[in-house]
């Protein structure tokens, strides 16, 4: 079965423009979360979606940052007006979502995000 | 808010040496713990994860890792060490109890390993 994917792997782009990041999860599960790795903050939770309630967008950093997820099943992470600070490897995971506490998250390879 | 500490940014093990990799947390209660391995290029793999019960806990590829709750801490370990091995190792904490918040992770800064041939 496939695992978690994520495109595109590499993105360049100009300072003030906005990316779109995609997430296909496992098949199946139910949760999905979006985290962020930069040489400055380490690994940090971003958003998290779980079926069709409100997701926690607790860890979004700023108003530049959004999420979708459409369908229950593919996640889209929006970020406007990029920044130099923007740059690091943004993160998806998926879990079954049966029970919050006990699923393991499954992570994809990463996109990673260069802005200039 | 729960937190993870890994105090070794770097570790050089030679092949065939034991590896012990040091994690430690700070929260209320006894939390969700996991190891994950990252090696170049790849995404995060689960090596191993304690809920409850047993605290050593044993792993995929020859890992184990063992709750001490005195400690707050999870270290984890491995016997023999193979060059394969090379890769960044974070620690992880969830946090229990916030059914509405998922499992969200928070992740210790991680540990860079180099085995010598």
């Known amino acids: 079965g496939a695992g978690v994917s994520q495109s595109p792997s590499n993105k360049v782009t100009e300072k003030g423009k906005d990316v779109e990041l995609r997430c296909d999860p496992i098949?199946?599960?139910?949760?999905l979360y979006w985290y962020r790795q930069s040489l400055g903050q380490g690994l940090e939770f971003l958003i998290y979606?779980?079926?069709?309630?409100?997701?926690?967008k607790s860890g979004l950093p700023s108003d530049r940052f959004s999420a979708e997820r459409t369908g229950g099943s593919v996640s889209t992470l929006t970020i406007q007006r990029t920044q130099q600070e923007d740059s690091a490897v943004y993160l998806c995971?998926?879990?079954?979502?049966?029970?919050?506490?006990?699923?393991?998250?499954?992570f994809g390879p990463g996109t990673r995000l260069t802005v200039l | 808010a729960q937190s993870v500490t890994q105090p070794d940014i770097h570790i050089t093990v030679s092949e065939g040496a034991s590896l012990e990799l040091r994690c430690n947390y700070s929260?209320?209660?006894?939390?969700?713990l996991f190891w994950y391995v990252q090696s170049p290029g790849q995404g995060l793999q689960l090596l191993l994860k304690?809920?409850?019960?047993?605290?050593l806990v044993q792993g995929i590829k020859g890992f184990e890792a063992e709750f001490k709750r005195s400690q707050s801490s999870f270290n984890l370990r491995k016997p023999s060490v193979h060059w394969s091995d090379a890769a960044e190792y974070f620690c992880?904490?969830?946090?229990?109890?916030?059914?509405?918040?998922?499992?969200?992770?928070?992740f210790g800064g991680g540990t860079r390993v180099l085995v010598k041939p």
């Open positions: 995971a998926s879990s079954l979502g049966r029970g919050a506490f006990t699923d393991t998250q499954y």
């Open positions: 098949s199946g599960h139910t949760a």
């Open positions: 979606f779980q079926g069709n309630s409100a997701p926690d």
């Open positions: 929260y209320g209660a006894t939390p969700y």
């Open positions: 304690y809920f409850s019960g047993d605290t």
């Open positions: 992880a904490v969830g946090a229990p109890g916030f059914k509405a918040a998922g499992n969200k992770l928070t």
